[in-house]
T-cell receptor, first 115, second 110 residues
Framework: DTAVSQTPKYLVTQMGNDKSIKCEQN?????MYWYKQDSKKFLKIMFS???????INETVPNRFSPKSPDKAHLNLHINSLELGDSAVYFC??????????????FGPGTRLTVL | GQNIDQPTEMTATEGAIVQINCTYQ??????LFWYQQHAGEAPTFLSY????GLEEKGRFSSFLSRSKGYSYLLLKELQMKDSASYLC???????????FGAGTRLFVKA
């Protein structure tokens, strides 16, 4: 019954590796997001897709690449991982982008640790 | 620029009322949200305001004044489980981008 799910929950890897985080929502929502929450607990938007189209692409290194194979999935691939990439990454979804239908529902998060 | 300010920490007593303030300056306004985040967990939605005034939902209420760029979250009859971070978030015009504040850590003591 999980609404927004992410895998893996924990990811520990070496600098320079490439890794992916998967996100799926079963809410029938049209919009999905990726956020990064650093050690100071700021939640920062990275990307957003609406109906599989990229609508937000913040100032994120191009080592980060989102992929949305369909409306229910938004995956995040990270190349050449760096120490500063260590954070918790949250996926979220909303029915739409505006009004109360723009309320975002978050996945459980993926804690990424780069050694 | 875009900025959201909230107090870093607050402490209150079980059974009491606490008000968490949020001031914002953003490029346009298309709604303000409050989320609760327990340590190690995901943010969960509490309230949404787009018009001035008070929205009440059980023990939680949220107020908005757009002209002042100000909101507050009011928690009544505090319970120990209310100990968490409370995030104020503002969506900009166009509806695509939501800016989150750093959150207010609330400690509820017996």
């Amino acid at each position: 019954d999980t609404a927004v799910s992410q895998t893996p929950k924990y990811l520990v890897t070496q600098m320079g590796n490439d890794k992916s985080i998967k996100c799926e929502q079963n809410l029938g929502h049209d919009t999905m997001y990726w956020y990064k929450q650093d050690s100071k607990k700021f939640l920062k938007i990275m990307f957003s897709y609406n109906n599989k189209e990229l609508i937000i692409n913040e100032t994120v290194p191009n080592r980060f690449s989102p992929k949305s194979p369909d409306k229910a999935h938004l995956n995040l691939h990270i190349n050449s991982l760096e120490l500063g990439d260590s954070a918790v990454y949250f996926c979220a979804s909303s029915q739409d982008v505006g009004g109360p239908r723009g309320t975002q529902y978050f996945g459980p998060g993926t804690r990424l640790t780069v050694l | 620029g875009q900025n959201i300010d909230q107090p870093t920490e607050m402490t209150a007593t079980e059974g009491a009322i606490v008000q968490i303030n949020c001031t914002y300056q953003t490029s346009g306004f298309n709604g303000l949200f409050w989320y609760q985040q327990h340590a190690g967990e995901a943010p969960t939605f509490l309230s949404y305001n787009v018009l001035d005034g008070l929205e009440e939902k059980g023990r939680f209420s949220s107020f908005l004044s757009r002209s002042k760029g100000y909101s507050y979250l009011l928690l009544k009859e505090l319970q120990m489980k209310d100990s968490a971070s409370y995030l104020c978030a503002v969506r900009n015009t166009g509806g695509f981008k939501t800016i989150f504040g750093a959150g207010t850590r609330l400690f509820v003591k017996a």
